[in-house]
């Protein structure tokens, strides 16, 4: 079942981008929506940085969106 | 948006000074997130309480100030590495004070371990030159029972193009003290061989480098590519790994050994897009390192507005990744010692998936709440191990449960 949904996940991130190249250059006034706190990355940190440090705790790789989570001798 | 307390005092003072006063009056803002935390595994392994704080200060000038508070309490049991046997096996602790029974014909689990680990951190964020380019910051300091760390990071980052293109560049170093309970193992030694010093030292260097571009009005983009070099001890004091003979017996359990080195590359995407009010966060995450582990990780949330004030967000992640080169689940008694060796499963070949949603809602006085309920699944590829072991798992996998709580405030 989530195996299946992976896919279809990158797909629609890939269309997204490739469809939103085609209007760069957003003007100040265009930025409602890129204002919403949603739409910033790193606006929800505090869950980000859990995230890392138990993904680091259980998995040999880390880090990508910042500095590599760590700082600890954890099992 | 309601203005904050501090906002409407310094307004308020701001109308008795008179307006040819307003500009002496100062109306810095602190933003603050607090959050618990519980992780629990399957099977009495890991279980995790925390406490996060966040503080954030911003400035007249626009300058950030931010300071972090984190306390994890871990207990639970973890999986030594020793090979599992249809036998009963007592094997030394790997603090020397007493001996461990391990069941026959089950995975063989650690249960010695608790601790509280503290964490700190500031920062500080500030434009110079000019409003578009800003520089930051911060130290870090964490300490366990028998670990230290101990960060410096830093970074630049300029806007340009309207705004619509931002370049970061990050440096960060840490430097970490292990002190395990009973001295420092040497690699690949019986665990009953005398220990090395009482503590090791290891230093992190990363390296980050991104730029995030606004594609629409709707649509931005994060492209990072992160550098890691990590030197000194890495191995894990308290793993050990087994010698087996054809039959299945365990003749010797020997502590593990890693390189002293690690170089690893990070590629990192994430794309943001408004889909009328709702949001989907999407990201890629690919990994290469010279201790021969790939990874690959897929995430996607999608925040849905159900309200002014109330959302729900939904959560999958996908990861992969292949065993480190040295990796083996036991060793073959008739074979010669490799220069390093790790039973440790969290350096095994295995995939994972995560999923979970969170539910953000507006309390009283302007908080946010969010309530967030995730399952994780670790699935580890199959090893065989010997005709004497038959029906015996080495590296079972887990799941797990995260739960949290936090506010806005």
Known sequence: MIKSLIPSLVMIALLSSISACSSSGVKPWERGNLAKSSMTFGADSMIDTTDDHIYFSKEATSGGRSFGAGGCGCN | MQLKKSSKIALAAASLLGASQVSIVSAADWDHEAAVLYYGESD????????????????????????????????????????????????????????????????????????????????????????????????????????????????????????????SLGLAYSADTIEPVGNTPIGLSDISAAKGASDESKDTIDFVVGITQVLSKNTILQVNYGLTQADGYLNDPYKRISRVNSTGTIVQNLNESRPDKRLGHNLYGALKHDFSGNVLSSSARLHSDDFGIDSITLDAKYNIKLSNRRSIEPHLRYYHQSAADFYAPQLNAADPLPAFASADYRLAEFDAYTLGATYRFGGSKDREWRITGELYSQNPKKTNLTAGQAGLDANPGFDAIMLSVGVKF
Not at chain 2, 45 to 50: E, G, H, M, T
Not at chain 2, 63 to 81: E, F, H, K, Q, R
Not at chain 2, 146 to 156: A, F, K, N, P, V
């Open chain 2, 44 to 167: 009495d392994r890991v279980q995790d309480a925390s406490f996060k704080y966040k503080g954030k200060r911003t400035n007249d000038d626009d300058n950030v100030l931010t300071l972090g508070l984190g306390v994890d309490t871990l207990t639970g049991s973890s999986p030594s590495g020793i090979a599992p046997s249809g036998d009963v096996q007592i094997v030394a602790t790997p603090s020397g004070n007493g001996t461990t029974t391990y069941p026959a014909n089950e995975l063989t689990l650690d249960d010695t371990f608790l601790d509280t680990r503290v964490d700190l951190s500031a920062s500080w964020d500030q434009s110079i030159i000019d409003d578009n380019t800003r520089v930051n910051v911060g130290v870090s300091v964490s300490k366990e029972y028998d670990y230290l760390h101990l960060g410096l990071s830093s970074g630049i980052s300029r806007e340009l193009n309207n705004k619509n293109t931002t370049l």
